[in-house]
């Protein structure tokens, strides 16, 4: 059974950080194949892109809204993808999910990924 388990979420201030962690098991294959991205969404809007991080972690991918705040990171001994969020803003709150296939897709469409948590929730008050 493949399990992605987000975790780290919280309610913050603006400008505080957090760490969310994604946690795999069950993947068919091993973790280290897997491309794995970060997406969000916020009440009443569709899913966005946040960050991408190639298997072997060589390559990382932002939004243009967290460029220079979050930075994605992989532990692939651990099967764990992390997202450092710092400088938080109210707009940066929504239900954070992370995401893993081991195509070679374009890492900013939720379409090309195949596995996917359920998300934790970040809410940062102004």
């Known amino acids: 059974q493949v399990q992605l388990v987000e975790s780290g979420g919280g309610l913050v201030q603006a400008g505080d950080s957090l760490r969310l962690s994604c946690a795999a098991s069950?993947?068919?294959?091993?973790?280290?194949?897997?491309?794995m991205g970060w997406f969000r969404q916020a009440p009443g809007k569709e899913r966005e892109f946040v960050a991408a991080i190639s298997w072997g972690g060589g390559s990382t991918w932002y939004a243009d809204s967290v460029k220079g705040r979050f930075t994605v990171s992989r532990d692939n001994d651990k099967s764990t993808v992390y997202l450092q969020m710092v400088r938080l803003k109210p707009e940066d709150t929504a239900v954070y999910l992370c995401?893993?296939?081991?195509?070679?897709?374009?890492?900013?469409?939720?379409?090309?990924?195949?596995?996917w948590g359920q998300g934790t929730q970040v809410t940062v008050s102004s």
């Open positions: 069950g993947l068919p294959g091993s973790f280290s194949a897997y491309d």
């Open positions: 995401a893993g296939d081991p195509a070679r897709g374009n890492r900013r469409i939720i379409h090309d990924y195949n596995y």
